[in-house]
């Protein structure tokens, strides 16, 4: 908690700096305009008092929700991640841009994102019988499904654009860089959008 400074005051100990939006409005009013929250700080530390209020102070009530909503937004999160993955392909083959339409990096993505669901489901499952059976082969067979789901990407991503081994696997690293960044990224958007909705 920052207290009358403001800030993020969600926190999972149950102690929150003012109990109602009435009350901080007050308290703000009664300071100097440069001591008052302004920005972000305002907005977060509104929000933050409004959802205590609405959930009276119980933290795991507003962590439940916040959870379930951001879970809902991924279907979203994916669907914007989608065009800008394309637009990095399309950047990273600029010099092939005639050969390759816009359109095209995105259907081979589609069929990337095909495969990961499918990939994620059958590993997942084998983390399932591995919990159920206790069989320690299973962690083996998770570690040749990873490199066999690498290779994969990294061989259709060098039947499609066509060249060696070496350019292919430059770019393969390359992109995965900036999609982990561009990723990263839109979590924290997604959830800062998904905490106002809640």
């Not at 933290?59 to 669907?79: C, G, M, T």
């Not at 960044?181 to 997604?190: E, G, K, P, R």
Request: charged share 20%; glycine share 8%; proline share 2%.
């Amino acid at each position: 908690n920052k207290g009358s400074k403001g800030g993020f005051n969600l926190n999972f100990s149950g102690e929150v700096a003012y109990k109602t939006l009435k009350e901080y409005d007050s308290v703000q009013s009664t300071l100097p305009k440069d001591k008052r929250d302004a920005g972000l700080t305002k907005l977060f530390t509104r929000k933050s008092v409004a959802l205590n209020e609405k959930y009276q102070g119980d933290q795991q009530k507003i962590a439940v929700e916040l959870i379930n909503k951001f879970i809902h937004s991924i279907p979203y999160l994916l669907f914007v991640s989608l065009p800008l993955y394309a637009l990095f392909l399309k950047l990273l083959y600029i010099r092939h841009r005639k050969q390759y339409y816009f359109a095209d990096h995105g259907i081979f993505l589609i069929h990337l994102y095909v495969f990961t669901f499918l990939f994620l489901l059958f590993y997942f499952g084998l983390d399932k019988l591995e919990k159920q059976t206790h069989w320690k082969g299973i962690g083996v067979v998770q570690g040749v499904l990873i490199l066999a789901g690498l290779f994969y990407t990294l061989k259709a991503l060098k039947n499609l654009y066509r060249q060696g081994w070496g350019k292919t696997i430059l770019k393969y690293i390359i992109f995965n860089i900036i999609c982990i960044i561009s990723l990263v990224l839109l979590f924290v958007l997604f959830f800062a959008f998904t905490y106002y909705q809640i």
